[in-house]
Nanobody, 120 residues
């Protein structure tokens, strides 16, 4: 079992940056595949970035996901933000090996979400 708590969301102007954090409980954090998803009003939840347990960081376009196993925390660095990035961002964890990182049904633990709003 793991519990996930996101933080770091807020209001930012277009072109700005934000770093989200996801703190995980438990002592086996390093054994989880991790990901960030987001969901905007009226839209489906979509994949933002993912990280296998064997990796420390991964870059997906303007977003970088990174983990610090010593702190049981995964981060999402978001740069050059656009109004269309406005959404609730969720941290997700999978205890078993994820086959498809982008598939939300691969993850069995989710945080409560943190709101990111990008103004134009």
């Amino acid at each position: 079992q793991v519990q996930l708590v996101e933080s770091g969301g807020g209001l930012v102007q277009a072109g700005g940056s934000l770093r989200l954090s996801c703190a995980a409980s438990g002592r086996t954090f390093s054994r989880y595949d991790m990901a960030w998803f987001r969901q905007a009003p009226g839209k489906e939840r979509e994949f933002v970035a993912g990280l296998r347990r064997s990796a420390v960081t991964s870059v997906t376009g303007r977003f970088t996901i990174a983990r610090d196993n010593a702190k049981n925390t995964v981060y999402l660095q978001m740069n050059s933000l656009k109004p269309e990035d406005t959404a609730v961002y969720y941290c997700a964890a999978a205890q078993r090996w994820v086959v498809v990182l982008t598939a939300s049904n691969e993850y069995n633990y989710w945080g409560q979400g943190t709101q990111v709003t990008v103004s134009s």
